[in-house]
Each structure stands twice: as C-alpha cells, then as structure tokens.
C-alpha cells in the first residue's frame, strides 16, 4: 500500500505550474493546451453539480467561453505514488448566458496523475461552492483557520 505525503518542493512546483497553465488555457479557450492536459477519463464536477467527462469539458470551454478570470488559493497537494490530490480555494469570474458576468467561489479537489510520458494530467476535478454556515466553527476548525490565514486573518 502506498503512503500518502505531502509533495517535495519540485513535485510542488511542477504541479502549481500545471494548474497555472489550467487555468490561463480556461481563461484564453486554448482547447490544445487543455486537451493535453486533461486524461481521458477525466470527470469534471462543475460548482452546480453538473459533470463533464474530457469531450464535454472541452466542447463546454469551447462554446460558452464562459471562463473570464480565475485566482487559486493556497493549495495543499498531497502524493499516493504517481497520483497527486490538490485541494484548495479556487474564485472564478465567469461570464453568464445574459452576458454579465458573475463571480463564483469555493473549494476545490483536483487528481492529477503522472502518466508513463512523464506528464501530469488532470484525472477529476469537483468544486464545492461557498454556502451558508449553520453551525458556528469548532476549536479545530478555528484552529486550522489560524494556520492557514494567520491569527490576524492574513495570508
């Protein structure tokens, strides 16, 4: 069984520039760059819940155009062997069917595998939309608030 760890410095940078490169092809529609970066069995959760294998994610990039910004949190990215688990905040600016625009935020989970050309590519994605908080935070979970913002509430 293989052991899970957090990713060495150049595991991390190969994998933040990875998603840089995701998200500046979403933004530009460069429908090449995605397509060599997605597996082909991706599975891709949009916030609303609606799920794209690799061919629909594409042709949704392609038609809609609908990726006008998008701004990455600080990531975590945890290793199991060649598959890396990124997890992180995630905001978009998206532009809507009426032609405004909207700003969606959230958290998000990628998988991302090394494939046997020595590339990583994306094997799932699903974002979590921000939502209302009924349950005031736990010790622990102002605690890891602490950690990942600062005492002060800075990064």
Same mark, same amino acid.
């Not at 069917?97 to 799932?124: A, I, K, Y």
């Given at each position: 069984?293989?052991?899970?760890?957090? /990713?060495?410095? !150049?595991?991390? !940078?190969?994998?933040? &520039?990875?998603?840089?490169?995701?998200?500046?092809?979403?933004?530009?529609?460069?429908?090449?760059?995605?397509?060599?970066?997605?597996? @082909?069995?991706?599975?891709?959760?949009?916030?609303?819940? *609606?799920?794209?294998?690799? /061919?629909?994610?594409? @042709?949704? %990039?392609?038609?809609?155009? /609908?990726? *006008?910004?998008?701004?990455?949190?600080?990531?975590?990215?945890?290793?199991?062997?060649?598959?890396? %688990?990124?997890?992180?905040?995630?905001?978009?600016? *998206?532009?809507?069917?009426?032609?405004?625009?909207? %700003?969606?935020?959230?958290?998000?989970?990628?998988? %991302?595998?090394?494939?046997?050309?020595? @590339?990583?590519?994306?094997?799932?994605?699903?974002?979590?939309?921000?939502? @209302?908080?009924?349950?005031? &935070?736990?010790?622990?979970?102002?605690? &890891?608030?602490?950690?990942?913002?600062?005492?002060?509430?800075?990064?």
């Amino acid at each position: 069984m293989s052991t899970v760890v957090s /990713a060495d410095a !150049a595991t991390r !940078a190969e994998l933040l &520039a990875l998603e840089e490169r995701r998200r500046a092809a979403l933004v530009a529609g460069d429908i090449p760059a995605l397509d060599a970066m997605f597996d @082909e069995s991706l599975v891709h959760i949009h916030a609303p819940g *609606l799920t794209h294998g690799k /061919a629909q994610l594409l @042709e949704h %990039v392609a038609t809609r155009r /609908a990726y *006008l910004d998008s701004e990455r949190g600080e990531l975590r990215i945890r290793l199991v062997g060649d598959v890396a %688990v990124m997890t992180g905040r995630l905001t978009n600016r *998206l532009r809507s069917p009426e032609g405004g625009e909207r %700003v969606l935020g959230g958290v998000v989970t990628q998988v %991302v595998r090394r494939c046997d050309d020595g @590339e990583w590519r994306f094997l799932s994605f699903q974002m979590t939309p921000d939502g @209302e908080h009924v349950w005031p &935070a736990m010790p622990s979970e102002l605690e &890891a608030q602490d950690e990942t913002t600062g005492k002060d509430g800075q990064r």
